[in-house]
Nanobody
């Protein structure tokens, strides 16, 4: 399974961005898809995840501002990020799980200027 992320960029505080991640290499619906982020010197942290039946989980720091969604037939996951803050600046990574297997996409940089 290959994951291709897109949609990062530079935005001002309070702005919005939408990340997309499309999975290829499988016709199976991925069990869980999600987004993680990492800043230099810190561990990668979970931002949001969504199961194949649309159960979601969010980090406390993004609740109410970020929305994760997915398109199962396309095995694509989205992250709508609103009211962005400078502390949201990070490299965002797409993740997918299929049974016991986990997959990572390449990161996409999100920079929020103050």
């Amino acid at each position: 399974v290959q994951l291709q992320a897109s949609g990062g960029g530079l935005v001002q505080t309070g702005g919005s961005l939408r990340l997309s991640c499309a999975a290829s290499g499988t016709r199976l619906v991925l069990d869980v898809m999600g987004w993680y982020r990492q800043t230099p010197g810190k561990q990668r942290e979970m931002v949001a995840t969504i199961t194949s039946d649309s159960r979601t989980n969010y980090a406390d720091s993004v609740k109410g501002r970020f929305t994760i969604s997915r398109d199962n037939p396309r095995n694509t996951v989205y992250l709508q990020m609103n009211s962005l803050k400078p502390e949201d600046t990070a490299v965002y990574y797409c993740n997918a799980k299929l049974s016991v297997l986990g997959f990572w996409g390449q990161g996409t940089q999100v920079t929020v200027s103050s």
